[in-house]
């Protein structure tokens, strides 16, 4: 495997589930994001680890929690979600600092 | 107003012709800037990356920065079919988090 994966690549939960969104990257990078793309809006940057800590939280609502165990894996927990909350969110690493980001496909989320 | 201004279009073109892409932004500290090009369902992949002021070209792509006017541009030559995508300028100013602000993406056809 190369690159940024994420997984799944669609979800579709009811606003009582709980699911998880799985990114890992291959490239040796010590820095990863998550962002969410809604129609229309530009990439909304939600949060930033570099070097396993959360460095950025862009006052994301409680009801995504992100986690990183290690500098190749992130997830984003996802409890009592809203319709608004439909999008496709996309995970991203790079080096830390002002490296360019890369991206993975994304994760196409719907709430029900 | 937003921090980066883009002009969604969609912009229609001829294979063959040149395209010209264009951000505005209004923060005086971002310092380095990117292109990426998102086809349908995929995640965004990076085109261009420049710091400061300038050119910088690659293949039939050139990317200029003109930070007196807080203005940027992507110009693609010999446009092909295959360059039909949506087309994300993203800027940060120096800092540790690397935090991207993107603009809304302008999507361009070329017709073949």
């Known amino acids: 495997e190369t690159g940024v994966t994420q997984t799944p690549r669609h979800l579709v939960m009811g606003m009582t589930n709980k699911k998880s969104l799985k990114c890992e990257q291959h490239?040796?990078?010590?820095?990863m994001y998550w962002y969410k793309q809604s129609a229309k809006k530009p990439l909304e940057l939600m949060f930033v680890y570099s070097l396993e800590e959360r460095v950025e939280n862009n006052s994301v609502p409680s009801r995504f929690s992100p986690e990183c165990p290690n500098s190749s894996h992130l997830f984003l927990h996802l409890h009592t979600l809203q319709p608004e909350d439909s999008a496709l969110y996309l995970c991203a690493s790079s080096q830390e600092g002002n490296q360019p980001q890369h991206f993975g496909d994304g994760t196409r989320l719907s709430i029900l | 107003q937003k921090e980066v201004e883009q002009d969604p279009g969609p912009l229609s073109v001829p294979e063959g012709a040149i395209v010209s892409l264009n951000c505005t932004y209004s923060n005086s500290a971002f310092q380095y800037f990117m292109w990426y090009r998102q086809y349908s369902r995929k995640g965004p992949e990076l085109l261009m990356y420049t710091y400061s002021s300038g050119n910088k070209e690659d293949g039939r792509f050139t990317a200029q920065v003109d930070k007196s006017s807080k203005y940027i541009s992507l110009f693609i030559r010999d446009s092909q079919p295959s360059d039909s995508a949506t087309y994300l300028c993203?800027?940060?100013?120096?800092?540790?988090?690397?935090?991207?602000?993107f603009g809304q993406g302008t999507t361009l056809q070329v017709k073949p």
């Open positions: 993203a800027m940060s100013a120096i800092s540790n988090t690397g935090k991207l602000i």
């Open positions: 490239l040796g990078h010590n820095a």
